[in-house]
């Protein structure tokens, strides 16, 4: 196991270090940390669930490696050995044993095996915490809700946990069907409009995991992701205690001219910031947008840059989404919303 | 690299025109460049460049390659479009292609390495009109940023 | 009939091989002039007629050539998509024509180039193995071609005007209903698709008649070459699949153009029912493409070995093995929708299980390999590479049959990497293995071998370098059809290799096209001949008229076990060595030990088929686009082309009504009843429409299982029981007033032949009262189509039946016409058995649908 993730790991990281801007050797910016945040992959986890199936994963991987070397040595074999050597390959007995009464075994030892796998990772202790993740074309809605069903926290394209617990996920869709995958943490189950999916994983140490839709949603399936971030129970808290309050108030007078700018644009027809008159509820809740990771559901860091960028240019950036792009703002008025926005940690 | 051309689809799309206008207007400063350019002293003994580049050189303690790797990491691309920066094809602000060779920045005040550092991490301390905000960003960081921007030619 | 001289054992071929018939059933020299007038009568047509050519020699290499065509086409389309996924964040193309290719890619590759492939193949093959002239119905296949060809380029057209469909090749509601995919790009999927769906189908009809009743005599099951009896399979498969398909089509296109909310879960529909309906036919597509695929590698090892298969019994019974099994397998691609554990882990070990015949047949190969001496020519490096790529591709098809690992790598490229070697293993090898392998059966010059190895290392190691790269992209958690990715992800490099790849596969098809323009060189009335020494009956001397007489076999090498054999089915020896019906013809041999029973009058070349077939695309084509009144139009010409080519079958017994073929052997030029290829095609075409049906059916109990709330309770939602009683009376009046009609055109020859017409004509009213009761029955109530999933599927089985009727009623009209210009006798009947037959099971599914709809609700209570 522990091997296996070594090798798996050193794997993505060769890959990654040739594909990314890990190339500046000794980091020099805070900034640089931040943008290697993108961990997704089977291969790397960081949870039982996920554990489980790359365990089960390697053992196939190996399994079938020495199945398919042993196909091409005997086909190997029936073509270049001696005649009278591979007479025994001639007849049925040969086939039927490799054919059928191989296969037999092998499956039956595997099925078992996946089996068991399905219900250790199906069945578990008692959640942590209810979390309902909703998709949208081409965001994902995030509440969270109490043992009565009651939404208590509303956010978006992030989901904070507490590590070591399971958290369970009431999966559902407003629209088409999307698929939730967290790869280092669990396997994927799909949103289907009129069902309620339910799910249970757990993360095993503080990170930032990346996911993804994984059922093709329409026209920007590719740029749908969104971050599950596991911290320990404590700071888990302490974040909660946060986020579930209102707004922060502006104290510095450009960004309350921000504030301002952001309701007599109409921004509030969408979305909510609660404190303020914004209460729309068909795009992403902002209410604590500072403090979140990303913007666009996963496609951008979130800084004031890209919050700006983003605003006056959403459908240049990301085509055909739900969002407009406010290019009738002055200079000075984009970057007083995007200053607000920022604040709202 | 494809990556660099402004947006492909869509109606911004130029004028047979302009693009000549904009051509001619690339020759010339770049006749210019090559002028003054040529001309200017190095300004610093940074040891890391091997290659006499007076352009590159403008900056104090720039290393372009760091540059590089911050401004993709703050997603300048978001609104510029910067060759060299993957998916850095914005629309927002003015494109980043020949930097060094710009004349002004952002039209504003003369393309000058102190002033484009500031520029970079703090443009309405210049220019309180501009949709580019201030960044939380260390000094360092800018000039790092700047320097790569310099080797944009 | 000379039995004792061609009846089949059941023993080892091995065993008879001097089990040569003794005396051969026709004397050398030929009368004078037998062999022109054979020439004369199959010879094609010239010059622009060349193009209403029906026999299988012409529309089979054609069909191979357009699917060929579909290949390059949806393989360019593949590179353009591996171009822009090259590098992360790369803008070549943007997300909605990305979205249109790689559904187009996937849908084409699926439709228009691997079933057409397989299908074009047997059509090709199939009459050359089995030594009849042509297949039973050469219009037919004449028809599924232009059908395919016309309807297929249009629908590739779609792109070039931005309306290529963008759903992906599933097309799973509720993203490509009327909501979220507004545009008309679904509608070119689900009608273009469904169209050629209808194709592929009248295709399969035609192979599973063409196999059971057109062999050479002493064919019997047991000595049919296994591409025969993968291809049987392949065609049942097909039988009892794509009407699923079609369901689904239909009902989403309803969905779309009338908004009837079958998939639409907030109205008590559901989306699922799609996924359910598409891989109930989605999983046998990939069996329907592999079975042929195998049964022609199990023709090419023996003979590149030299050397029969190893375990022919073994490996029939792994093709039909899978055929089975593979219908018990659709719920693995839904895996992750949540369905409950127990269903998973049944269709875990169901998928599981359908490796083992797989299995078998690859040890069978290896073992025949074992057994003879391998020649390496350019099919055996295919058939190598074949086995090399389709095991690899088995394999991690094992692994994504674990529930918890497909929980991972579903939807991700390692899925994407899976299916391609599983297809281009299973399939495209295999194909172009074929090509090298028979090209000179076709072409007067075989495929070049050097530039064959060129073409062979170029695919090879091209297919190798992109797919298995994406094992790799897809564990590292890439999803399949995002048309970009963030640089951060990592993924940059395994995609710049996958697209490397790409183009040496490229490169691969594209050195094959050059050695296709140097070398292919078809119907110029000669062929390469036997260039590989191979033992089937393909490889006999054959012209366009296929052998010049039609042997007697004794073994499932006749080449290699019957001596002289080619010889002397060359001098026309053997049986009905010229045209002696005066037109076309070919031998109907029984389905199980294959003795001849009669002699079947063949068409010749037919302009309507054509322009049938064109009509019938520019009618899905006008429906399409919105057009109504020229589609309108089309159609109505479309069903007159089909009236016009149909009036010319049932021709009725020869000048001659007995012919001797040879050796005293007398056959009856013209045959009805349970014997004759017609009733066969029957049976096989209400299998199809019955399994539409089936499907209805599952989807109201379906629906109703997901949403019993809105249903009705008990009677005040359900039309009165009057109505639906009426409609059975009606329905089981017109049966009899058609069994009347039937037993005065059998017994009553001499009398007049109105009362047989009147009660035809009665009968129509009747059937189209029973549907028209039934659905005024629905209309008194409040439930109407669009309410719900319950109005929506209970009006279209109404609909269904509907159409049914239309189409009974029709040919019922069409059998008057035939009485009424003398073409109906009781001699000459195969029309009024065809609609005795089908009129009986459209009543029969009336009833059922009755039953269903207005007995099971109040069964609730």
């Known amino acids: 196991m522990r091997r296996s993730r070594f090798l798996a790991a050193s794997l993505s990281c060769l890959t990654a270090a040739i594909g990314s801007i890990s190339a500046a050797s000794a980091q020099p910016s805070a900034i640089l940390d931040r943008a290697l945040m993108w961990i997704q992959s089977t291969m790397v986890t960081y949870g039982p669930s996920a554990g489980a199936i790359e365990t089960l994963s390697w053992i196939m991987f190996i399994g079938g490696t020495l199945i398919f070397l042993l196909v091409l040595g005997l086909t190997a074999f029936a073509m270049f050995a001696r005649p009278e050597r591979r007479r025994w390959m001639t007849n049925r007995t040969f ?132 971050y599950v971030v596991a911290m320990p129970q404590a700071e888990f808290d302490a974040w909660y205690a946060v986020e579930a309050g209102p707004a922060l108030e502006p104290t510095i007078p450009f960004i309350a001219r921000g504030r301002e700018l952001f309701i007599e644009n109409g921004c509030g027809a969408c979305h909510t910031v609660r404190g303020t008159p914004a209460d729309g509820v068909i795009g992403p809740d902002l209410t604590h947008i500072g403090s979140r990771l990303s913007i666009a559901a996963g496609t951008y860091p979130n800084n004031i840059g890209t919050l700006a960028g983003w605003i006056s240019s959403a459908q240049h950036l990301k085509p055909d989404n739900l969002m407009p792009s406010f290019g009738n703002l002055q200079g000075e008025e984009l970057r007083a919303i995007a200053a607000y926005l920022e604040s709202l940690k | 690299m494809m990556q660099c051309r402004p947006q492909h689809a869509g109606k911004a ?81 003015p494109p980043l292609t020949d930097f060094a060779r710009r004349q002004y920045i952002g039209g504003i005040v003369p393309n000058h390495p102190t002033v484009l550092v500031r520029w970079v991490k703090d443009a309405p301390s210049i220019a309180p009109n501009t949709g580019m905000p201030s960044f939380d960003m260390t000094e360092d960081e800018a000039r790092h940023v700047a320097a790569y921007l310099y080797t944009l030619r | 009939m000379s039995d004792t001289t061609y009846e089949g054992g059941i023993a080892d071929t091995r065993a008879r091989q001097q089990d040569t018939p003794v005396h051969l059933p026709n004397s050398t020299p030929r009368p004078e002039g037998e062999l022109e007038r054979l020439k004369q009568v199959w010879r094609a047509p010239r010059g622009f007629h060349f193009l ?54 996937g849908t084409i590759m699926m439709f228009l180039f691997a079933v057409p492939m397989v299908e074009a193949m047997g059509v090709y093959l199939l009459p050359n193995m089995q030594a009849a002239r042509d297949l039973p119905f050469p219009r037919l296949s004449a028809y599924a071609f232009w059908a395919y060809f016309i309807g297929g380029t249009a629908f590739f057209t779609s792109l070039f005007f931005g309306l290529a469909p963008n759903g992906g090749w599933f097309m799973y509601p509720p993203l490509t209903s009327y909501k979220y995919s507004p545009g008309i790009n679904a509608d070119f999927w689900l009608l273009g698709i469904g169209f050629i769906e209808i194709s592929a189908i009248a295709g399969a009809i035609e192979i599973i008649v063409g196999i059971l009743k057109t062999r050479a005599p002493g064919q019997s099951l047991d000595k049919l070459p296994i591409y025969s009896w993968a291809m049987l399979i392949f065609a049942l498969m097909i039988v009892f699949a794509f009407p699923a398909i079609i369901t689904a089509t239909l009902l989403l296109e309803i969905e779309r153009a009338f908004h009837w909310p079958f998939f639409i879960a907030e109205q008590g529909g559901d989306p699922l029912l799609w996924q359910h309906l598409f891989w109930f036919f989605g999983h046998p597509e990939v069996y329907v493409i592999f079975l042929p695929a195998a049964g022609m590698v199990s023709m090419m090892v023996p003979t590149m070995a030299q050397t029969p298969l190893s375990g022919y019994r073994l490996v029939v019974l792994a093709i039909i093995a899978t055929g089975f099994l593979s219908f018990g397998l659709w719920v693995h691609h839904m895996f992750t929708t949540g369905l409950p554990t127990l269903s998973l882990n049944f269709f875990s070990a169901a998928s599981m299980a359908v490796a083992i015949p797989s299995g078998i047949q690859v040890f069978a190969w290896i073992s025949t390999i074992a057994s003879g001496k391998l020649q390496m020519r350019t099919p055996t490096y295919f058939l190598l590479g074949f086995l090399f790529i389709f095991v690899l591709g088995g394999l991690t098809g094992v692994m994504v049959a674990v529930v918890p690992f497909d929980w991972q790598a579903h939807d991700t490229y390692f899925v994407v990497a899976h299916f391609h070697y599983v297809l281009i293993g299973g399939m495209v090898f295999p194909i172009f293995a074929a090509f090298y392998y028979w090209a000179p059966t076709a072409s007067s010059r075989p495929l070049s071998e050097t530039l064959g190895k060129w073409v062979f290392w170029l695919m090879f190691i091209g297919v190798n370098v992109t797919f298995f790269t994406m094992h790799i992209t897809g564990l590292m958690g890439m999803p399949r059809r995002t048309y970009t990715y963030i640089a951060e992800m990592g993924w940059g490099t395994l995609n710049m290799i996958s697209t490397l790849g790409s183009y040496m596969i490229g490169l691969g098809v594209l050195i094959f096209l050059v050695d296709l ?156 009843g349970s014997m004759s290829h017609s009733w066969w095609a029957m049976i096989v075409l209400i299998l199809v429409t019955g399994t539409v049906f089936a499907c209805l059916i599952f989807s109201y109990f379906f629906l109703w299982t997901v949403n019993p709330d809105i249903w009705p309770r008990s009677g005040e939602a359900l039309p009165w029981f009057g109505w639906p009683i009426g409609a059975a009376l009606l329905y089981v009046a017109s049966s009899a007033l058609i069994w009347f009609a039937g037993r005065r055109l059998s017994h009553v020859p001499e009398r007049s032949s109105w009362p047989t017409r009147i009660a035809l004509i ?89 039953v269903v709809v207005h007995i099971f609700p109040r069964l609730l209570g």
């Open chain 3, 517 to 672: 323009a140097k070398n292919f060189r078809p119907f110029r009335g000669e062929n390469a001949g036997n260039v590989w020494n191979a033992g089937t009956l393909e490889w006999l001397p054959s012209e366009n008229y296929q052998t010049r007489s039609i042997p007697i076999i004794t073994s499932r090498e006749p080449i290699w076990d019957q001596p002289n054999l080619a010889e002397d089915v060359k001098a026309g020896r053997y049986f009905l060595p010229g045209a002696q019906t005066g037109g076309r013809e070919t031998i109907i041999t029984s389905p199980i030990d294959a003795r001849p029973q009669y002699i079947l009058q063949l068409p010749g070349p037919s302009w309507p088929t054509v322009l049938a077939a064109l009509f019938t695309a520019c009618f899905f084509l006008g429906l399409t686009i919105k057009l109504y009144i020229p589609a309108l139009v089309c159609g109505i010409l479309a069903i007159a082309f089909v009236i016009w080519w149909l009036w010319g079958s049932d021709p009725g017994p020869a000048v001659d009504p007995e012919i001797d073929v040879g050796g005293g052997l007398v056959l009856p030029t013209y045959m009805t």
């Open chain 1, 95 to 226: 086939i039927i044993s490799l054919g059928i009464v191989f296969p037999v075994v092998t499956l039956t030892a595997l099925l078992i095996y996946g089996l068991i796998l399905n219900r250790t990772i199906v069945t578990g202790e008692p959640p942590a915490l209810r979390i309902e993740v909703v998709g949208e074309r081409w965001w994902w809605r995030v509440h969270y809700v109490d043992a009565e069903g009651e939404i208590r926290l509303v956010s978006a394209n992030e989901i904070r946990i507490p590590t070591g617990r399971p958290i369970e996920f009431v999966l559902k869709t407003q629209d088409v069907i999307h698929s939730f995958w967290v790869p280092s943490l669990a396997g994927k189950l799909d949103m289907i409009p009129g069902d309620v999916n339910v799910t249970r994983f757990s993360a095993d140490r503080p990170g930032i995991y990346r996911g993804q839709c994984a059922e093709y949603c329409g026209e920007q399936h590719a740029l749908m992701a969104f």
């Open chain 3, 762 to 850: 009665l009968a129509v009213p009747l059937i189209l009262g029973a549907v028209s009761l039934e659905v005024l029955g629905q209309l008194s109530t409040e439930v109407r189509p669009t309410d719900s999933g319950y109005g929506a599927v209970v009006y279209m089985l109404s609909s269904f039946q509907g159409f049914f009727v239309t189409v009974l009623s029709v040919m019922a009209l069409y059998t008057v016409a035939r009485s009424l210009t003398g073409r109906l006798n009781r001699v000459r009947r195969s029309t009024f058995d065809n609609t005795h037959l089908f009129w009986h099971y459209g009543v029969a599914q009336g009833l059922v649908a009755l």
């Open chain 2, 13 to 93: 799309r130029t004028s047979r025109a302009e693009q000549a206008r904009a051509a001619l207007a690339s020759a010339l400063v770049s006749l210019l460049a090559a002028c003054t350019g040529s001309e200017e002293p190095a300004q610093s003994s940074n040891d890391s460049f091997q290659s006499f580049d007076p352009q590159v050189q403008r900056i104090v303690g720039g290393d372009p390659a760091i540059g590089r790797a911050i401004a993709a990491a703050y997603e300048c691309g978001v609104c510029h479009v910067i060759p060299g920066i993957r998916g850095a094809h914005g629309i927002v602000g």
């Open chain 3, 52 to 105: 209403s050519a029906v026999n299988n020699n012409y529309v089979g290499v054609w069909y191979v050539g357009a699917a060929l065509l579909f290949f390059v086409l949806a393989g360019a389309l593949a590179l353009i998509i591996r171009t822009q996924l090259a590098q992360p964040e790369f803008r070549l193309i943007g997300h909605d024509l990305y979205n249109q290719l790689f559904t187009m890619h």
